[in-house]
Every structure is written in C-alpha cells, then in structure tokens.
C-alpha cells in the first residue's frame, strides 16, 4: 500500500473521529447570562433560533429566554433535583425534567406531536425555545394569558394549565417570589434586546449572504 492510498483511507477516518468528538460536546452556559445582547453574540446561533420561534409562534424573544434562565441556567444538559428514599437513599430524579427548558418527558411528547417536530431533542437549544413557544402560545388559548404576561406564563409553565386555573400557586410564596423575579429579570431582557436587535439581524443577514 503507497503513501497516497493509506493517506486517502486515514483522511476520511480523521475527519468521522473528530465529527464524533464534536458532537459530544455541549455547549456551554453563556459567560454573561445577565444580558440577552452578550448572550446571543456569545451564541449566535441561538439568536437565529429564538428568532424562528417568534416567527413561529409569536412569542416574544425575552419572554421564554427568561424563563429557560430560571428554568437551566441555560444548560443543555440541565437535571431536576434528586430524589432520596427514607431522606437518604437516592432514588432516582424527582421529575422527568431535562435540558434547557426542563420539559417532562409527557409534555415534550406532546410538543413532538403537535409540532410535527419529531426529531426534537431536549439538549437543543433550538428545539427547547421552539417547546417553550409552543407552550407559552398554547397557554394563551388554553388559560388566555398573554404572550407579553411572563409572570402568569410562568405560573403556568410550573404548575401546568389544570394548577393555574386551579391557582395552585397561591399556597406556594416562594413560586409567587420566583415567578417574579423571573417577570422582572423579562423586562430587563426585552430592554436590552431593543439596543442591540438591530446589530444582532445585521449580523444574521451578514452571515446568511456571505456564510
């Protein structure tokens, strides 16, 4: 075997290791979670997906983007708490929850199914604000919350359509707290999206043209 053919066999094995490699990795949490602008320059590409999901569904960009900080802190591989058995024995999670949006698994299904999207994945950017645009969007036929409300919506996206409407969540002080902080944490997010929208769709078309 010359030097050309074992190059031309091992070339194309280098480049399937490094495309496994890669695909392994996950993208990790933005450095600056506070400000929507320095995330989506961080991630582009999520801006690109947050745009497809307004488009979509009509939801505001702020909206599910505050509420996936307090849901995952933006981590794709995000886990629910661990549940324990007599207070010490570990016993599995205490939901289904995953990924960014920390969808159960029956909800996310239920997206799937809805959405035609059937090769979502909960560790994908994408696919999780996708979820949670089809979510907020459902709540608004369901409960007649707005898109814009993202107090109630969180309240919602908590306690599910049937605890809203029952207020489930007007036994529990620290949800109230938190959907709160998660309300004000969205207009803090629509704010800042405003000043750097411009430069961010600039640069979406920039890469679209020339990318």
């Known amino acids: 075997m010359n030097k050309n ?3 031309t066999i091992i070339k194309p094995l280098i480049l399937m290791f490094t495309m496994l490699q890669l695909s392994g990795c996950t993208t990790p949490p933005p450095e600056n979670p506070e400000n929507i602008c320095e995330i989506f320059r961080e991630h582009h590409s999520w801006y690109e997906g947050a745009k497809d999901m307004n488009d979509r569904w009509g939801v505001p960009i702020h909206v599910p983007m505050s509420m996936m900080y307090q849901e995952s802190s933006f981590r794709a591989d995000a ?3 661990r549940d324990y058995l007599f207070g010490f024995i570990p016993w599995g999670r205490v939901s289904s ?3 960014f949006s920390q969808a159960k698994t029956l ?3 239920d997206y799937i199914r809805e959405s035609d999207n059937s090769g979502a994945d909960r560790d994908d950017f994408d696919d999780a604000i996708d979820f949670m645009g089809w979510f907020i969007s459902k709540t608004q036929k369901i409960n007649g919350v707005s ?3 993202t107090y109630s919506q969180y309240l919602n996206y908590h306690e599910g359509w049937g605890g809203f409407k029952r207020k489930t969540y007007n036994q529990k002080a620290w949800l ?3 959907a709160r902080k998660v309300d004000s944490r969205a207009k803090t997010y629509g704010g800042q999206l405003k000043s750097c929208q411009d ?3 600039s640069s979406w078309l920039w890469r679209l043209m020339f990318y």
């Open 176 to 178: 109230v707290k938190v």
């Open 147 to 149: 898109k814009w409300d």
């Open 97 to 99: 929850a995953y990924g």
């Open 5 to 7: 053919t074992t190059l």
């Open 199 to 201: 430069e961010l769709d």
């Open 79 to 81: 886990l629910p708490p």
């Open 107 to 109: 909800t996310w299904d």
